[in-house]
């Protein structure tokens, strides 16, 4: 009787879960990176799979390469318990080492530039638990440092890429600072631009037979009848060059569309009949 009623507060508990699941929201956004999925609940509480602690002893005898720590040859009682109390909470988890091939105590390494020994940070009691389904991290954080054997606890790392395209002059100072100066990578970092938004370039063109090699491609309209070249063609080449294509120049805006228009009115109502969305 005892057993059934254990397996029927299991399966509540499961269904609870389930159910608290299908209302989290993924946590997401531009060149977001995470070491798990994030989530999130109505109240802004945050969720994942994932925690990161670091024992301040040795925790357990694990051999080289080894992995996933049996929860039975946890060297120290109390922590036992406090697992114990965490699957109660949060049902299933594995313990696994962040640092495979660490050693406890493996604290001195040779310096490869001056050839002394040096201390380096012992990374052999670094350790993560992966829960079967997501949890409340700061709940768990927090119960973990209660124990006096915790150095630190964290939820999964999020990071952001900081997109920096590949072109020969953004490397260049010369050209580079006035991208530093606007925070140009920041802005990548939410948006690179899209073909559905056209710049109109109303300005003087001319002296060239032939588009730039930087913005083939970029150019769905213009009334330049193969007169290239000038001004225009450096202004449009600032808003809208091919970017991140390891040639030439970077623009602000990598994959907008163009359109080109000699310099005087009738350009404008031009640019403005064929869909210029910017002029």
């Not at 965490?86 to 604290?107: G, P, V």
């Not at 913005?215 to 309209?221: A, E, I, M, R, Y």
């Amino acid at each position: 009787m005892k057993r059934i009623f254990k397996i029927k507060i299991l399966m509540l508990a499961i269904l609870m879960n389930s159910l608290l699941f299908g209302q989290l929201i993924p946590i997401t956004g531009p060149n977001m990176m995470s070491e798990a999925p994030v989530y999130e609940d109505a109240n802004g509480t945050m969720y994942s799979t994932l925690v990161t602690f670091k024992f301040k002893y040795k925790m357990v005898n694990l051999d080289s390469g080894q992995i996933y720590v049996d929860k039975n040859k946890i060297l120290y009682p109390a922590f036992k318990q406090l697992l114990n109390s965490l699957k109660n909470q949060y049902y299933n988890f594995a313990i696994s080492k962040t640092f495979t091939d660490a050693q406890w105590a493996d604290t001195l390494a040779i310096n490869k530039r001056t050839n002394e020994m040096v201390k380096v940070n012992d990374l052999s009691q670094i350790y993560r638990i992966i829960f079967d389904s997501p949890v409340p991290t700061e709940q768990v954080v927090n119960i973990l440092k209660t124990s006096a054997n915790i150095e630190y606890a964290e939820g999964p790392i999020i990071a952001y890429e900081t997109i920096s395209p590949n072109d020969p002059w953004y490397s260049d100072n010369n050209y580079r600072w006035s991208f530093d100066v606007i925070n140009a990578e920041g802005a990548w970092d939410i948006t690179t631009g899209s073909p559905l938004i056209g710049i109109g370039m109303d300005d003087l063109f001319g002296g060239v037979p032939q588009l730039h090699e930087d913005l083939v491609g970029k150019v769905v309209w213009d009334n330049l009848n193969g007169n290239y070249g000038n001004h225009g063609i450096i202004t449009a080449g600032v808003a809208g060059a091919a970017t991140n294509n390891n040639m030439d120049i970077a623009s602000l805006g990598w994959n907008v569309n163009l359109l080109l228009a000699y310099w005087d009115v009738n350009g404008i109502y031009e640019l403005v009949r064929y869909g210029a969305d910017i002029i």
